[in-house]
């Protein structure tokens, strides 16, 4: 569905992805794992269109991906980015409304109501602004608003970052979920062993260049990955 | 003296305000979006100004069509102020001083192209007022300071609604805080940043007018304008919606009171005196934003 070849980000000077090639199958879940600075998140902003690649190309169903965030976004590909990033001067409700800009003001409603059964917890909050919810909650938050353009492929960095334990456990819950409901998921993880356990497909991403990959069940057994993402 | 006189020296200057409020309230709104000042804000004020004055002479409008014509005018200039000095500076760089010198620069072109078309020469608007007076009991009112407060009061109403309650104003709401993810959310960031353009040259246009009613048209409207809004915009704390309209009615009362005390030749000075010692005492402006941050 989701296809990258030789994709290569540059900052300056800075390489950050090195002839990148992976690909996604339609409702699948696939993780990228890689320590600090490996380009996980470089790597999910150049599909985006947030950040410009040097070369390479990214096609979603054998089409070129259009370059601009918002054409990105109208093809079916949204980004639940890192740190949560709601607007906090908004409601919850205006957040999910953000969300779902791509689609129509009355199809956006009904979404949101379908949001609020998932996480009742943003129904209790809807009129709260965003920024004053706890960190667990800013996340569901990001995740809901991410499911409110109704995407064919979810890109998720690093949903479980600075969440208390029982709050991880629910966030994979959820992303299970998700992937179950048919929409196709590319997850960024430091958190290896949880990511690796509810993907079909992992990449490990190292100084922008993919180490490995293989399926996720496959690489839980590999000696290297073990010693180097799985604590031994 | 007495309490009459007072009382329409108060009207006065509200209304004055409320002139400034629509100046202010544009000048915020971009500032809110990019974080920089649009320093070409006057020169648009000016040259829409003068595109209403022809409206009245050519096709005779009134005050409406004058409007209309105006904050139309002042709209599409505004759109070329950012295509034209902002829209690649705003991808490419992050250096306040280089909008400061293309926003600048372009309103004084705009000035200039004013003074080339209409040099030297002062013009007036028509009186678009039947009478200019009206009275209740002994006291007479001036008409045209209340219909300028009345239409500043329904613009900025009905720009507040706007901002709360469409989708356009959530995304430039969402927009002032975070550009990159309201885009990773399928705006088009660009889209939204060329309407508010619009809408900011608009109410220059509306204020150029009430500029031109208030006073003789001059080209050099534009810089002085230019000065003032950043002043009250900076008064007001920059970017902040309700501290430009605070502060537009602080200053008009403070330049209509100058101006009975100083006369109005002087009244400039002790508005800029006043303007000084308010910076002195609270840099950050009326609503906290640090106004040293960003021009
Ligand atoms: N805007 C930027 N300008 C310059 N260099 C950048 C920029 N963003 C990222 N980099 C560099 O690119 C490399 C990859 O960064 P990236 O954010 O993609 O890593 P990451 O895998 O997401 O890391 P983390 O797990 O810490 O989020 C790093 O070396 C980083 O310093
Ligand atoms: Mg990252």
């Known amino acids: 569905m989701l296809q990258i070849r030789n994709l290569c980000v540059n900052y300056d000077h800075v390489v ?46 054998n089409r070129p991906l259009p370059t601009s965030p918002h054409e990105v976004v109208k093809a079916g590909i949204i980004q639940v980015p890192e740190g949560r990033r709601v607007f906090p001067n908004l409601t919850v409700a205006e957040n999910l409304l953000m969300g779902g800009w791509r689609i129509s003001a009355s199809a956006a409603k009904k979404k949101m109501r379908e949001m609020y059964e998932l996480f009742p917890i943003l129904g209790q909050r809807r009129s709260q602004l965003a920024g004053t919810l706890s960190g667990g909650e800013q996340q ?3 995740i809901a608003r991410g499911l409110m353009a109704e995407p064919q492929i979810l890109l998720l960095d690093e949903p479980s970052l600075g969440l208390a334990p029982v709050l991880v456990n629910q966030v994979f819950d959820i992303i299970t979920e998700i992937v179950r409901s048919g929409i196709t998921v590319l997850l960024v993880e430091q958190n290896a062993r949880k990511a690796m356990m509810i993907s079909d497909y992992t990449y490990v991403l190292e100084n922008g260049r993919i180490r490995k990959h293989g399926k996720s069940a496959d690489l839980f057994n590999d000696e290297e990955i073990k010693r180097a993402y799985l604590g031994g | 003296m007495n309490f009459s006189y007072y009382l329409q020296l108060l009207i006065g200057g509200v209304s004055n305000g409320a002139m400034y409020a629509i100046i202010a309230v544009g000048w915020a709104l971009i500032f809110s979006i990019l974080k920089f000042s649009n320093f070409a804000h006057g020169g648009t004020m000016v040259c829409s100004a003068y595109l209403g004055l ?15 014509v105006a904050a139309l005018c002042g709209g599409l200039i505004n759109i070329l102020v950012e295509l034209i000095s902002f829209h690649r500076l705003r991808k490419s760089s992050k250096q306040v001083l ?5 926003s600048i620069t372009m309103g004084m072109l705009l000035q200039n192209l004013v003074t080339l078309r209409f040099s030297g020469l002062f013009y007036s608007y028509p009186n678009f007022f039947k009478q200019r007076f009206f009275r209740i009991g002994n ?4 008409i045209s300071n209340f219909m300028m407060l009345a239409i500043a009061a329904v613009i900025l109403g009905i720009l507040i609604l706007v901002l709360q309650k469409t989708r356009f104003g959530m995304a430039v709401r ?11 959310m399928g705006v088009n960031v660009d889209l939204v940043v060329l309407a508010t353009f619009f809408i900011a040259g608009a109410l220059a246009g509306v204020a150029g007018v009430f500029v031109g009613i208030r006073t003789i048209l001059s080209p ?3 810089s002085m304008y230019t000065v003032k809004g950043f002043m009250v915009a900076v008064i007001g704390g920059l970017g902040s919606l309700n501290g430009a309209l605070f502060a537009s009615l602080i200053l008009g009362l403070v330049e209509t009171a100058f101006s009975v005390i100083l006369g109005t030749s002087l009244a400039p000075v002790g508005t800029f005196f006043f303007v000084l010692i308010f910076l002195f005492l609270r840099p950050q402006g009326l609503a906290g934003v640090f106004a040293m941050e960003k021009a």
């Open chain 1, 140 to 142: 569901m938050l990001a």
């Open chain 2, 220 to 222: 050099q409207i534009g």
């Open chain 2, 174 to 184: 969402a927009l002032s805080v975070d550009p990159r993810t309201t885009s990773l």
């Open chain 1, 16 to 61: 950050a992805l090195d002839d990148v090639t992976l690909s996604v199958e339609k409702g699948s879940a696939v993780s990228i794992i890689g320590s600090n600075g490996a380009g996980k998140s470089t790597l999910l902003n150049t599909i985006s269109g947030v950040v410009k690649r040097r070369s390479g190309e990214i096609l979603l169903n």
């Open chain 2, 139 to 142: 006291i007479s009112f001036d």
């Open chain 2, 98 to 102: 280089l909008f400061f010198v293309s």
């Open chain 2, 54 to 68: 022809l409206a009245t002479r050519i096709i005779g409008a009134n005050l409406w069509l004058t409007l209309a």
